[in-house]
Nanobody, 128 residues
Framework: VQLVESGGGSVQAGGSLRLSCAAS???????????MGWFRQVPGKEREGVAT??????KRYYADSVKGRFTISQDSFKLYLVMSNLKPEDTAMYYCAAVSASAADCQRAALKSAYFNHWGQGTQVTVS
């Protein structure tokens, strides 16, 4: 699976951005059963889970820090993250990630970066 993010940029606090992730390389009948998510990282800190969706049933998981402000969604082979009411602490490199998974495994490991084995190159989000 290949993942390519886009949509990052600079925005003032309180503003909004939409990130996109184009996915390719799914194979066979399993293509609908992926755990796909957004993670973020700032220099010197661990990669943090932001939001995840299970492609088969569209069940979604969010970090407490972004609940009510960020919305993850999927459409065919694209993943989106709409970020509203952005705060300076949301500044980070944002990564799209995916892993072939069961629903139970996705629920258990939804925001844990070590569980995911496909990653995009990242897109920078800066909030001032």
């Amino acid at each position: 699976v290949q993942l390519v993010e886009s949509g990052g940029g600079s925005v003032q606090a309180g503003g909004s951005l939409r990130l996109s992730c184009a996915a390719s390389g799914y194979t066979g009948y399993r293509y609908k059963r992926y755990c796909m998510g957004w993670f973020r990282q700032v220099p010197g800190k661990e990669r943090e889970g932001v939001a995840t969706v299970y492609t088969y049933d569209d069940k979604r998981y969010y970090a407490d820090s972004v609940k009510g402000r960020f919305t993850i969604s999927q459409d065919s082979f694209k993943l989106y993250l709409v970020m509203s009411n952005l705060k300076p602490e949301d500044t980070a490199m944002y990564y799209c990630a995916a892993v072939s998974a069961s629903a139970a495994d996705c629920q258990r490991a939804a925001l844990k970066s070590a569980y995911f084995n496909h990653w995009g190159q990242g897109t920078q989000v800066t909030v001032s």
